[in-house]
């Protein structure tokens, strides 16, 4: 047994490759886009190490292009999932024993392993299968993925090298044990790297899984999944089964070993696990973590003293970037009427650089939504928007499904703060603004706090000082990322852990030792160098001061 103290250094965030034209970057980035393009792949459920295939089979499809398939993908029935939840629990009996440092050291292979040999594989898989254009894929896929791999594996090292003090006679220590029982993974579309962390971080801490990956990105999750085993995940540690969320779902959530829960998704289907847990509470060996990102109705907040042309930079990217595909995204905002004119030109004026388009086509800036389902759910908010009286569409507003799903940047102007677009998370490229008189600042940030049920993520632009901190006060409680002078997106692992709270989840904090935490169950062990002898105590003698009273 090697018994060295292993001391993980703070590591650096990925560097962001930038794909100029003309660059060896870019022409191999494209050649295994191609690649990918010109073959269709078969996805199997990975059980125990196994590809298992069933006779209830998908397609994956490219967002941009819904007549080209990617892939044929297995969904798992009830069987399978029966497996899959045996298989985690008799390799919990293996994992949870090996060393932290194996698990660390897969963890960085992992990391390597994305880096280098696989880079490509992975931001083509999300630029095809998933509608991210080249420099969205390369931050999320590529990037993001790899600096959770690493910093996890520094932050766990802090965690473990966490001890109690020991008095004179005493020896204590702390135990870091995984979880009693299996984690349960479910991971979104939108970002390769949250399913990336959302199975991997329990697995650093010792615990076994069973992941479900959300349909539209099983190519890139595929890929990772075979990452994964390259890098030295053993057997029956993350079992990966693809299929209806209801089918898998019934069944993990209520078996008796389920340890915890760890989702990304959205508000409702969270509720629905929670309700679903509690229901059941009496079947449980212990009580479930459960820890959630879901939904937002992000906020950019102008003051009057701020920039508007940064303002409006701020709305064009936070809001349309990735189709406005994140939990992060800019969705509403609140300009006072004596800037309004001015943002409004400088919106008009970038709204009419920005192409949509294949993601093939790198000048795009802006590429297809997921799949249909989001196309017609986008498209019904704009519609209302143009049919009510209390609203205004000003920008866009056109969407066409024919050959892929496109949906222009769309820019909607209300005259009611609480229209529905102002108030429900829509997951696409749609922001809603609201212009408030000058002099009711106050009373707008109390709107802007109490307007929507989600607190994830908000911004406010302000050149005055204090109205900064005014509104940073106000809004305390209105997002979990909080942003002075910038878009309200593009958290980075290390600088900026992600969450929030209120609908939008458990703000447990990915990319931070908040949420390995959550997968652990620590034990105290308390050692007493020489036990006592007698059972009295010193003040229970006679002393000096005379005889103890009849």
């Not at 702390?174 to 959302?198: C, D, K, M």
């Not at 212990?286 to 303002?311: C, L, N, Q, W």
């Not at 607190?455 to 204090?466: E, I, K, N, Q, Y």
């Amino acid at each position: 047994m090697n018994n060295a103290i292993f001391n993980i250094q703070m590591p650096e965030n990925e560097p962001v490759k930038d794909y100029k034209a003309g660059s060896f970057e870019r022409r191999d980035l494209i050649a295994e886009i191609e690649r990918q393009k010109n073959e269709i792949i078969e996805i199997p459920l990975i059980i125990n190490g196994k590809e298992i295939k069933t006779s209830n089979t998908g397609k994956v499809v490219m967002p941009h292009n819904h007549s080209h398939v990617l892939a044929t993908y297995h969904m798992a029935g009830e069987k399978e999932v029966e497996m899959a939840i045996e298989a985690a629990l008799n390799a919990h009996k293996y994992w949870e024993s090996t060393s932290w440092i194996e698990r660390v050291s897969i963890n960085l292979k992992i990391a390597e392993l994305i880096r280098t040999k696989y880079r490509n594989v992975i931001n083509a898989s999300t630029m095809l299968g998933q509608g991210k254009n080249v420099f969205q894929a390369e931050i999320d896929a590529a990037c993001e993925s790899i600096d959770f791999f690493r910093f996890n594996a520094y932050y766990v090292s802090q965690i473990y090298n966490t001890q109690p003090i020991s008095e004179k006679g005493n020896l204590n220590r702390l135990e870091y044990r995984p979880l009693e029982g299996l984690v349960f993974a479910v991971s979104p579309f939108n970002f390769t790297s949250i399913s990336a962390n959302l199975a991997m971080a329990p697995v650093l801490m010792g615990n076994t899984v069973v992941w479900k990956p959300a349909t539209t990105s099983l190519l890139s999750n595929y890929y990772l999944m075979k990452i994964y085993k390259e890098a030295g995940v053993p057997d029956g540690v993350i079992n990966f089964i693809p299929g209806k969320g209801s089918v898998i779902g019934n069944k993990v959530l209520t078996h008796k070993d389920l340890a915890g829960v760890h989702f990304t998704g959205s508000t409702s289907t969270f509720n629905k696990f929670w309700h679903t847990i509690g229901n059941n509470m009496g079947k449980y060996r212990s009580y479930p973590r459960i820890v959630g990102e879901t939904g937002g109705k992000d906020f950019v907040f102008m003051h009057e003293s701020a920039i508007p042309v940064e303002v409006a930079t701020a709305l064009v990217r936070g809001a349309f970037e990735y189709q406005g595909q994140k939990c992060s995204a800019a969705s509403r905002a609140y300009i006072p009427a004596s800037k309004w004119n001015e943002v409004k030109e400088h919106i008009g004026e970038m709204l009419n650089q920005i192409t949509v388009g294949d993601v093939e086509k790198f000048p795009n800036f802006m590429n297809a939504v997921i799949d249909e389902a989001a196309f017609d759910n986008i498209m019904s908010y704009i519609e209302k928007a143009r049919l009510s009286e209390s609203a205004e569409v000003i920008f866009g507003g056109n969407g066409d499904k024919s050959t892929g799903y496109f949906i222009e940047p769309t820019v909607i102007l209300a005259k009611d703060p609480h229209f529905l677009t102002m108030e429900e998370e829509i997951f696409g490229p749609v922001l809603t603004i609201y212009v408030y008189p000058d002099e009711q600042f106050e009373q707008t940030l109390e709107l802007c706090d109490t307007s929507s049920p989600y607190a994830l993520t908000g911004s406010v632009f302000a050149s005055d000082r204090a109205a900064l901190t005014h509104a940073c006060q106000k809004l305390k409680y209105a997002a979990g990322n909080f942003y002075y002078n910038d878009k309200p997106t593009g958290a980075v692992v290390g600088q900026q852990p992600f969450g929030g709270s209120r609908a939008s989840g458990t703000n447990d904090k990915a990319g931070s030792q908040l949420n390995l935490m959550r997968w652990i169950s620590p034990r105290t062990i308390k050692e007493t160098l020489v036990p006592a002898t007698d059972f009295k105590y010193p003040f229970m003698k006679e002393g000096s001061c005379g005889k103890t009273p009849s």
